[in-house]
């Protein structure tokens, strides 16, 4: 046997036994892709013996996937002016619309805008979706998720209406922005301990004992619509909301390193280049670990090194993993003409 297969060998061996331990976030476990990088707020811009994170290293960046991965000089740049009809829906239902010269009072029977309710509450429509550009930009700058991403992300989970949603038959809530659950706010906070030293900052003295329910009390301030506030929307709380969304989704992109590494034995970086990484990040964020662990290893048995989305496209397999994978695309998709002529 030549040197190249005994290596090929090695490999899906090794990948055979991770596989066996993969349940992967071994908590605590931070040889995350690209380097040795840990990830906190100290590290995030600091280029020195160690390398950048690939979930923060923008390089190499295909001109085709721009239209997601510019970074916008001004939140102006990322005005929209979508019709939403969940988000007027909830307007119309919150008193602060007016929709009592529409037809059914402005609303569907599954509490959606109808037509004349859609056009009635437009013009908020309009200023909500907008309202959070700013912040939306300087989680880029602060954290570092793209801010396109982001944007498109909120409007797919929430269309902008900050509040908690309930499934009583499957006992879940999901609240905020990001329709955020439990489960998914303690993943986030095992792989991203500056999402617990922010919400920390802002809860009562004593909320973060070790004994406290961190995650519980980061989703409620993550609920944040207000009957008495303009537009339904306590801003200020919002503001912060988007912020700990970001360290969300950042959290979700270290454990996706660390998965790659788990599912090749390679670091991230060798594996995937940025915008893959992101994408698999919103699989993780959708489908879970295991959908993307399983696609990384259905994938590197292909190409046997470096993949490209394409190549892990072709490897998904699985209703869940299908939706996570159709999830990324939308998140992905070409809205805005970025970058500007």
């Not at 329709?179 to 500056?194: C, F, P, S």
């Not at 699989?283 to 590197?300: A, I, L």
Request: aromatic share 12%.
């Amino acid at each position: 046997m030549n040197g190249q297969a005994c290596v090929s060998m090695r490999m899906k061996n090794y990948r055979v036994l991770i596989k066996s331990i993969v349940m992967i976030f071994a908590t605590g476990i931070f040889l995350l892709g690209g380097g040795v990088i840990f990830p906190s707020s100290q590290t995030r811009r600091t280029v020195s013996a160690q390398t950048v994170h690939p979930c923060l290293n923008r390089v190499n960046i295909p001109i085709d996937e721009l239209h997601w991965l510019y970074v916008p000089e001004t939140a102006s740049e990322l005005y929209t002016e979508e019709e939403y009809y969940f988000l007027a829906g909830e307007l119309i239902k919150a008193n602060v619309v007016d929709g009592s010269m529409c037809p059914s009072g402005g609303l569907m029977q599954n509490g959606y805008a109808n037509a004349c309710g859609m056009a009635t509450a437009m013009p908020a429509v309009i200023v909500i979706q907008n309202m959070f550009n700013e912040p939306i930009l300087q989680a880029w700058k602060d954290v570092g998720v793209p801010p396109v991403l982001l944007k498109q992300m909120i409007q797919i989970e929430s269309q902008f209406w900050p509040s908690l949603t309930t499934f009583e038959e499957a006992y879940l809530e999901e609240y905020g922005f990001g329709r955020m659950t439990i489960y998914g706010m303690q993943n986030a906070l095992e792989w991203n301990r500056d999402l617990y030293t922010k919400a920390c900052m802002n809860l009562p003295p004593g909320a973060c004992a070790p004994d406290s329910d961190i995650a519980f009390q980061i989703l409620v301030s993550m609920v944040n619509t207000c009957e008495t506030c303009q537009y339904g929307i306590d801003i200020e709380s919002a503001t912060r909301s988007v912020d700990y969304l970001a360290e969300v989704l950042l959290a979700h992109c270290y454990q996706t390193a660390q998965l790659i590494f788990n599912a090749t034995g390679w670091y991230s970086s060798l594996v995937v280049d940025y915008a893959t990484i992101w994408k698999l990040t919103m699989m993780d964020y959708t489908s879970g670990p295991t959908c993307v662990f399983d696609t990384v290893v259905n994938t590197f048995d292909v190409t046997e090194g470096p993949m490209n989305w394409s190549d892990i496209s072709a490897n998904v397999n699985g209703d869940n993993c299908t939706r996570g994978l159709e999830y990324a695309n939308r998140v992905t998709a070409r809205y805005f003409d970025f970058p500007p002529d």
